[in-house]
């Protein structure tokens, strides 16, 4: 089992920036592969970026690759989401989510298996 904590999130002007953090528990989570998605109202969850369980592979949605960058610290069971640049349309409710899994990068929501409540980003215009 993985238990999953997101925070960072909060109300932003359009170019300006935010770091998500999720904090993890659970003894397989060192052996997870990570990601974050996000959900506007009335949409689909929506994948955003993915880390491998060791950290040395990332993989972006076209829609932020460029601005989002995801890490790890599998010492302190972190995962983050740094935001550059953000744009009105990046506002949505932000989910940090983990599997264990041999294939990389998970990118449909239901190939996860552990999930957060969330933590809610608003980037004003």
């Known amino acids: 089992q993985v238990q999953l904590v997101e925070s960072g999130g909060g109300l932003v002007q359009a170019g300006g920036s935010l770091r998500l953090s999720c904090a993890a528990s659970g003894r397989t989570f060192r052996r997870c592969h990570m990601g974050w998605f996000r959900q506007a109202p009335g949409k689909e969850r929506e994948f955003v970026a993915a880390i491998s369980w060791r950290g040395g592979t990332t993989y972006y949605a076209d829609s932020v690759k460029g601005r989002f960058t995801i890490s790890r610290d599998n010492a302190k069971n972190t995962v983050n989401l740094k935001m550059n640049i953000l744009k009105p349309e990046d506002t949505a409710r932000y989910y940090c989510?983990?599997?264990?899994?041999?294939?990389?990068?998970?990118?449909?929501?239901?190939?996860?298996?552990?999930w957060g409540q969330g933590t809610q980003v608003t980037v004003s215009s």
């Open positions: 989510a983990a599997r264990v899994s041999d294939s990389f990068p998970l990118v449909q929501r239901a190939e996860y298996d552990y």
